[in-house]
Each structure stands twice: as structure tokens, then as C-alpha cells.
């Protein structure tokens, strides 16, 4: 789907998960590059800034969050396309349409206002996924022993892998935001007070973004380091129940020795009295304290 809004100083063109036809359409009616085109329907394309000086045209493509976090990717890319007086936004996910088209309903001034506005839109979901999986990761920390169990080690395993597409498209965002700082200077024509304005906004938004990576970064040592206890938990409850098992594998064998002996038809000592039955119990619970104190004196050292 295709819409064309006309704004104040210049014309917003938005493509919502657009056919192949479509995007042709759009890039033989504004001249864009055929790599343009590329960058439009690839959804798993990287950020990045770029101009291309025969059609005039600076490319910005920045990742979003994904509406549905079930995806591996969790991220999606959002094309712009921008001249002085032509914006073109590319968007594949429905979340992040509607973001888009919420900032629409302002009246930007300048075709610069409008595209910083989207990247300040885009990076608060980014807020809102690091919010849930902090919390998710402070409750995860409070379970220790007999609570860690297969479905919050499932979610745990989850969280980090989300981490780390996220942390990765927050870092890629940053380098493309940088560079299109650049691409405004030397590419589009601004006035003296709206370079400073602008230069002041993609400081702002640089600011922010750095924030986010940086929380990212520590919610990913909290995640790392709430994986590592569990690990060293679970290890150490392994190791208690090979003990355990090893103590009574041990305390047991001693039972069927005992009445083995008795078993066979040799002569034994006391084997031809009535209550030797008795004397292999008291044997046999003998050597099995005995056994048991040992095992506990030599664990103690």
C-alpha cells in the first residue's frame, strides 16, 4: 500500500509492506537508484547512511522492534529516502507503520524535523523492550533452588538472544544516525539557524540513543550473570545428588555381599546355627555404620 501526503514544504511519500510492482513505481517516478530498491525490500538489510549524488537522494535505513518478538530477528528495517523536498519511508511491520504515520499528524516545517521526529519515534519501543526485560530479568534473579526450572531457563536463554539483536541494531542505529548528520550538512539546503537546530536535535537523539545502548549493555551483564548463578546452581545440585547416590550405592552393595557369602555352600562361620540369620543382620549393620561414619569423616576432610 502507497499513500502520498502532502505536507507543508514538501511531500511525504509512505509505502506500507509494498509489492515489488509498487516500489518500482515509486523509484522510476522519483529516479531513485536501483540499489535504493534493494535496500526497500530486503528485510534483513543493516543500518546505514548514504547518498547518491546523481539522483540527489540521501538513504537512511534504521531497525525497529518487530511487532511480534517471536521472530528471531526481533528487529525490522525502515527505509527513508529524503531530498529537499521528497521523503519516502518503506516499512514491512505494521508497529512500526503506525509510528510512522503518527508523526504525520504534526506540521513539520522542514523535511529534517519530520525524519529526526521518526528516529525519536522509532527508539521508544526500544525503552518500552528494555523496561519488560529488565523486569523479567529482576524476577528471574530472585529464583534460586528448586524454582529454576526448564521454562525459566527457556525464558532466560530467550532474553539474551534478544539482547543481543537489539543491542546490535541499537549500535548500528547510532553509526547511521551519526552519518546522516553529515548527509544533512553537505547534501540538503538549511539555513544557517536550522543547521544549528538540527546539529542540536541529532545531538539530542544521539544522546538518547547512547543511553539505550548503554542500559542494553547492562541488562545484558545482568541476564549473563543471572545465567551464570543458575548454571553454578544447577552444577552444584548435580554434584549433591551424585553424592547422594554415590553414598547409597555404597551403603547398599554392602547388604548383598554379606548375604552372599551366606548363600554359598561353603562353611561359614556360625552357618550351622539357627540364628545365624540374626548374625548376618548385626554383621551387615555393622559394616554398613561402619561404612557410613567413614564416608562422613572422610568428607568432612
Known amino acids: 500500500m502507497i499513500e502520498v501526503h502532502e505536507l507543508s514544504g514538501y511531500t511525504w511519500v509512505e509505502a506500507i509492506?509494498?509489492?515489488?510492482?509498487?516500489?518500482?513505481?515509486?523509484?522510476?517516478?522519483?529516479?531513485?537508484?536501483?540499489?535504493?530498491?534493494?535496500?526497500?525490500?530486503?528485510?534483513?538489510?543493516?543500518?546505514?547512511?548514504?547518498?547518491?549524488?546523481?539522483?540527489?537522494?540521501?538513504?537512511?535505513?534504521?531497525?525497529?522492534?518487530?511487532?511480534?518478538?517471536?521472530?528471531?530477528?526481533?528487529?525490522?528495517?525502515?527505509?527513508l529516502g529524503f531530498s529537499d523536498n521528497v521523503l519516502i519511508s518503506v516499512c514491512h511491520d505494521a508497529r512500526q507503520a503506525q509510528l510512522l504515520k503518527d508523526q504525520a499528524q504534526f506540521d513539520y516545517s522542514e523535511l529534517s524535523e519530520h525524519i529526526l521526529a521518526i528516529l525519536m519515534a522509532i527508539l521508544t519501543p526500544y525503552f518500552d523492550k528494555l523496561d519488560e526485560?529488565?523486569?523479567?530479568?529482576?524476577?528471574?534473579?530472585?529464583?534460586?533452588?528448586?524454582?529454576?526450572?526448564?521454562?525459566?531457563?527457556?525464558?532466560?536463554?530467550?532474553?539474551?538472544?534478544?539482547?543481543?539483536?537489539?543491542?546490535?541494531?541499537?549500535?548500528?542505529?547510532l553509526i547511521a544516525i551519526q552519518e546522516l548528520q553529515g548527509t544533512f550538512h553537505e547534501k540538503l539546503t538549511l539555513s544557517v539557524a536550522l543547521t544549528k537546530r538540527t546539529d542540536q536535535e541529532i545531538s539530542d537523539l544521539l544522546i538518547e540513543y547512547k543511553q539505550c545502548q548503554t542500559m542494553f549493555d547492562v541488562v545484558g551483564d545482568v541476564v549473563s550473570e543471572t545465567e551464570s548463578a543458575f548454571g553454578n546452581i544447577?552444577?552444584?545440585?548435580?554434584?549433591?545428588?551424585?553424592?547422594?547416590?554415590?553414598?547409597?550405592?555404597?551403603?547398599?552393595?554392602?547388604?548383598?555381599?554379606?548375604?552372599?557369602?551366606?548363600?554359598?555352600?561353603?562353611?561359614?562361620?556360625?552357618?550351622?546355627?539357627?540364628?545365624?540369620?540374626?548374625?548376618?543382620?548385626?554383621?551387615?549393620?555393622?559394616?554398613?555404620?561402619?561404612?557410613?561414619?567413614?564416608?562422613?569423616?572422610?568428607?568432612?576432610?
Open 17 to 79: 509492506n509494498p509489492s515489488e510492482n509498487e516500489l518500482d513505481d515509486i523509484t522510476g517516478k522519483y529516479q531513485l537508484p536501483k540499489k535504493f530498491k534493494n535496500y526497500m525490500l530486503d528485510r534483513h538489510e543493516q543500518p546505514r547512511s548514504a547518498y547518491d549524488e546523481l539522483s540527489a537522494f540521501g538513504v537512511l535505513v534504521i531497525r525497529g522492534i518487530a511487532t511480534s518478538m517471536d521472530s528471531k530477528a526481533a528487529t525490522v528495517p525502515i527505509f
Open 133 to 173: 526485560i529488565s523486569q523479567r530479568a529482576e524476577k528471574l534473579e530472585g529464583v534460586r533452588g528448586r524454582k529454576i526450572s526448564n521454562k525459566n531457563l527457556d525464558s532466560l536463554a530467550m532474553m539474551k538472544t534478544t539482547l543481543v539483536y537489539l543491542r546490535s541494531a541499537t549500535a548500528g542505529n
Open 234 to 301: 544447577l552444577n552444584n545440585k548435580l554434584n549433591q545428588t551424585m553424592q547422594f547416590l554415590t553414598v547409597w550405592s555404597l551403603i547398599l552393595a554392602i547388604p548383598p555381599i554379606v548375604s552372599g557369602f551366606y548363600g554359598m555352600n561353603v562353611k561359614l562361620p556360625f552357618a550351622d546355627r539357627s540364628e545365624a540369620w540374626f548374625y548376618t543382620l548385626v554383621i551387615t549393620l555393622l559394616l554398613v555404620v561402619w561404612m557410613f561414619l567413614h564416608i562422613r569423616f572422610n568428607r568432612r576432610h
